[in-house]
């Protein structure tokens, strides 16, 4: 369940790989006075800042639970995931489509060789490249066989599925930058550059808008996957004394974090004693199985709302059929 050493080793990988850089960008981009090159140097550096503060929000989730935070700061793993978001639409996008468009109204008078963005932007394909590779291994160990699309929706890790964005996002920028600057050269019309420009503001725009959709569920508190909910109702009612789950309810407060609370129908006539035992037996079996349930409320409830059971007998039908 938990990928918290692998997150932090993509979040490294293109940490280092954005600030060599960002750093290469912002010469070229001075060199050449290039507006698109300017555009990616300012998101590449929107997406240093993003990955520091990914390595921030992973070292405050680690931190102990105390008087104020009773369960933890596993939050922090969605916060700062969001707060990347924003930063990416403001800085990076917005500023891009901000300064192609002052270009297109007020065209430069001067223009650099584009060799230096030909240059940087070559070598910054190559370094994105690479850290792209490290994050989509990472991602495909994720998938677990699921469609791309199904497994990002219910991911409640999004460390991982951001990193992948924003590489996927730079390498389309690159290319978009690489294009325009040779329209531009060839053409001798600047007006392309600032186009392309403004093209990776909306692309980075548009990219921020769905990691900030995905990270704000997460954020308010998104339930458990169906597969997991299915499987806390098996271990919970395989339990000796446990007649059946009455409610369930989930909350990942992390990734690794989640809050479980279910009422139970218990066998008929059983002393409080024994009804006490088997809710212990019960969390044991859970917690075995399921380290990632940190937190356990269990109810004796007969008559409970049936809240959360649909989702988990659906993955249990889709199972028994595949078997």
Not at 205 to 226: D, F, M, N, Q, R
Not at 288 to 304: A, L, N, Q, T, V
Request: net charge negative; aromatic share 8%.
């Amino acid at each position: 369940m938990s990928h918290g050493g692998d997150s932090r080793k993509v979040v490294i990988a293109a940490l280092v790989g954005n600030v060599a850089i960002a750093l290469c960008k912002f010469g070229a981009a001075y060199m050449s006075e290039s507006t698109s090159t300017l555009a990616e140097a300012v998101h590449s550096l929107a997406d240093t800042g993003n990955q520091a503060l990914l390595l921030v929000g992973m070292r405050l989730a680690a931190k102990p639970a105390d008087d104020r935070f009773a369960f933890g700061r596993a939050t922090e793993k969605y916060f700062w995931p969001f707060v990347v978001a924003l930063i990416l639409f403001s800085v990076g996008g917005a500023f891009a489509i901000w300064d192609g468009i002052s270009h297109v109204l007020t065209p430069p008078t001067h223009v650099g060789s584009p060799l230096w963005s030909y240059g940087v932007l070559g070598v910054s394909f190559l370094f994105e490249s690479l850290s792209f590779r490290v994050a989509f291994r990472e991602f495909k160990v994720m998938l677990k066989g699921r469609p791309w699309q199904k497994a990002i929706m219910e991911t409640r890790d999004p460390t991982i599925p951001l990193v992948l964005a924003e590489d996927a996002t730079a390498l389309v920028g690159l290319s978009v930058a690489l294009v325009a600057v040779g329209v531009s050269q060839v053409t001798h019309m600047e007006i392309w550059d600032s186009l392309g420009s403004v093209l990776i503001g909306a692309l980075l725009c548009t990219v921020a808008y769905a990691l900030a959709k995905i990270t704000h569920g997460l954020l308010i508190g998104e339930s458990a996957a169906p597969e997991d909910q299915g499987k806390v109702v098996d271990l919970a009612e395989g339990t000796p004394g446990v007649a059946r789950v009455t409610q369930i309810l989930t909350m990942h407060l992390g990734p690794d974090v989640v809050i479980l609370s279910m009422k139970v129908a218990f066998r008929p006539k059983m002393e409080v004693e024994e009804v006490e035992e088997t809710i212990n037996e019960m969390e044991l079996r859970i917690r075995k199985e399921m380290p990632h349930m940190r937190k356990i409320f269990i109810e004796p409830d007969s008559r409970g709302d049936g809240r959360g059971l649909a989702v988990a007998k659906s993955v249990r039908t889709q199972v028994e059929e595949r078997a």
